[in-house]
């Protein structure tokens, strides 16, 4: 199986997930506030893959050292990830009027 194909049905499972998971959630939101949330969550997902894939390689070309090139693939994904997750919650928030993203329960 291709990376990437393996990449989308994980993608696509976990969407599914989410989805059953907080139905009652997703109740609350009309189909237009739905279709823009997943719109929106498959574009920064994707902009962050091209992201890290096109800045991974420029890196990797760059330095030599494996030890070096893995940490620093650590590092960029690591904040392309926080940045994705931030950016995903704000446009959330405003498509959804507030209602997403779900904060968790605290003890």
Request: hydrophobic letters at 55%; aromatic letters at 12%.
């Amino acid at each position: 199986m291709n990376r990437v194909v393996l990449i989308a049905v994980v993608l696509i499972v976990y969407m599914v997930y989410i989805t059953i998971k907080h139905k009652e959630t997703v109740k609350k939101l009309s189909f237009p506030q739905q279709l823009g949330v997943a719109i929106s969550f498959l574009g920064v997902v994707g902009i962050g893959c091209y992201i890290l894939f096109n800045s991974v390689r420029y890196f990797d070309a760059a330095v030599s050292n494996d030890i070096f090139s893995m940490i620093i693939q650590f590092i960029i994904a690591l904040v392309v990830l926080v940045v994705s997750v931030l950016t995903f919650s704000a446009i959330a928030y405003k498509i959804t009027s507030g209602i997403l993203p779900i904060q968790r329960k605290r003890k």
